[in-house]
């Protein structure tokens, strides 16, 4: 069944359904493989789970969320990587987004997406695409991903095929910049892509210039990226590109709050009730009524490391939970309040 990861707290976009565990782009930076082997791609989630999901079931990491949310698909691995050629699970479950217009959001490195029998059911869906996408240094670091050329023709076919198209500039390495500004933003321009998102690459252990830890993640200073990003951002809005902040440090100076650039789009209620609204948006986000009942807060143990922890969830609303989190110091230095 689709479910909640760690971003609970800080994420509008939070329910996440993979179709595949592994991944075949073989990323040196991929998040995914410090926990575990990513070599081997099985297929994950069923049609079947997703059926049930938007016919209104939900489990206990996702029962404090009452309306139609929009998924995340591809959050931990690449829904149209080359494992689905053989598979095509991914196309079968196209076809029930294209059946029910369940609003769904999908990160992708993938090329199948763009090939027309994909096309001709993404056309149909409520649907946005997230393509990742940076610079030629990046193919050297992304061996078993389509190249960059590649992706840009992906991205050329999915703009007039789909509600929106969202260019994740995800990890950012200060070495693209250049590529960023000259090449890759005039490039979206000409093709008509909304939005893009911007994070910086981060590491598990200390490398030279990333001098700033975050949580478990050694990152870029702050206002290093903080210059950058709002470099990249004014020249993205003089060419009429959205830009969006996927790095928490710095969301509140993105062009929304919702990194995944859908915060203000027909038929996509995303979930404002969470850190980044309660500390930045102007419009202070209300709990919803399920949101306020006990024991709807299940979603919360992956953020939590003990066994008291999580028996005390059983007795406590998603509200209260999130209202912790407001006074989590270790939070307040995560985004930068």
């Not at 143990?301 to 999580?310: C, D, E, F, G, L």
């Not at 912790?324 to 930068?336: H, P, T």
């Amino acid at each position: 069944m689709p479910n909640c990861g760690s971003q609970i707290t800080i994420c509008d976009l939070p329910i996440r359904f993979d179709t595949y565990k592994g991944c075949e782009h073989d990323c040196k930076y991929c998040f995914v493989q410090r926990k575990t082997d990513i070599s081997n791609v099985e297929k994950r989630e069923t049609t079947e789970a997703l059926i049930k999901f938007i016919k209104g079931h939900r489990t206990k990491e996702t029962n404090w969320c009452d309306w139609d949310i929009p998924l995340h698909w591809g959050g931990m691995s690449d829904p149209f990587q080359p494992a689905e050629k053989n598979h095509r699970l991914s196309y079968e479950c196209l076809k029930i987004f294209a059946k029910t217009k369940y609003p769904v959001v999908i990160s992708t490195k993938g090329k199948l997406i763009a090939d027309r029998e994909y096309l001709d059911l993404v056309k149909q869906c409520n649907i946005v695409v997230q393509v990742s996408l940076v610079s030629q240094l990046y193919d050297r670091i992304e061996k078993g991903a389509p190249t960059f050329e590649e992706r840009l023709e992906v991205v050329r076919k999915l703009v007039p095929n789909c509600k929106k198209v969202i260019v994740r500039i995800q990890p950012y390495i200060r070495e693209a910049k250049k590529d960023i500004l000259t090449l890759l933003l005039p490039k979206l321009h000409d093709y008509g892509v909304y939005g893009i998102t911007l994070e910086g690459m981060k590491h598990i252990k200390k490398v030279k210039g990333f001098d700033e830890r975050v949580g478990a993640d050694f990152c870029y200073p702050k206002e290093i990226l903080k210059k950058d990003f709002l470099e990249i951002k004014k020249k993205a809005n003089v060419l009429g590109i959205k830009c969006f902040m996927a790095e928490n440090r710095l969301r509140k100076y993105g062009d929304g709050l919702c990194c995944c650039g859908v915060g203000d789009l027909d038929g996509f209620k995303v979930n404002r009730y969470n850190l980044n609204h309660i500390y930045f948006d102007k419009e202070k986000p209300v709990p919803n009524k399920v949101m306020l009942e006990k024991g709807r807060c299940e979603c919360f143990a992956t953020t939590m490391q003990i066994t008291a922890a999580h028996s005390a969830l059983r007795k406590m609303s998603f509200k209260e939970c999130m209202d912790l989190s407001v006074k989590d110091i270790n939070n307040i230095k995560a985004l930068g309040v």
